[in-house]
C-alpha cells in the first residue's frame, strides 16, 4: 500500500504561484506513473499532469505552459508547481499513483483562485 499527503494549497490571488507537494509512505522508485487530478466543484475529476518514473510528462491543454509536474524519488515526493494561476483552476487537487494494478489517491489539498 502507499499512504498519500498533499500539501501547499490555499487561496491566492490570479496570476499567482503555489506549488504543491505528495509525499508518500514509502519509495516511489518503482512507481511508474505519478500525477495530479483536479476536482472543480460541480464538475468531474480531470486529470492535471502526469509523470513517468524517466521523467516524461503530460499535460492537460488548460495548464500548459503554466504548471509544472516534478518527483523526487529520493524524498518520496512528487511536486506542481503552479504558475499564472487563474480562477478556474480552483479546485481540490489531488495526488495519484497506479503501482502493481492498485490504484492510489491522497486526501486532496484545496486551492482558490480569488482577489
Known amino acids: 500500500q502507499v499512504q498519500l499527503v498533499e500539501s501547499g494549497g490555499g487561496l491566492v490571488q490570479p496570476g499567482g504561484s503555489l506549488r504543491l507537494s505528495c509525499a508518500a509512505s514509502?519509495?516511489?522508485?518503482?512507481?511508474?506513473?505519478m500525477g495530479w487530478y483536479r476536482q472543480a466543484p460541480g464538475k468531474q475529476r480531470e486529470l492535471v499532469a502526469s509523470?513517468?518514473?524517466?521523467?516524461?510528462?503530460n499535460y492537460a491543454d488548460s495548464v500548459k505552459g503554466r504548471f509544472t509536474i516534478s518527483r523526487d524519488n529520493a524524498k518520496n515526493t512528487m511536486y506542481l508547481q503552479m504558475n499564472s494561476l487563474k480562477p478556474e483552476d480552483t479546485a481540490v487537487y489531488y495526488c495519484?499513483?497506479?503501482?502493481?494494478?492498485?490504484?492510489?489517491w491522497g486526501k486532496g489539498t484545496l486551492v482558490t483562485v480569488s482577489s
Open positions: 495519484n499513483v497506479v503501482t502493481l494494478g492498485n490504484n492510489y
Open positions: 514509502r519509495s516511489i522508485f518503482g512507481i511508474n506513473v
Open positions: 509523470i513517468t518514473s524517466g521523467g516524461s510528462t
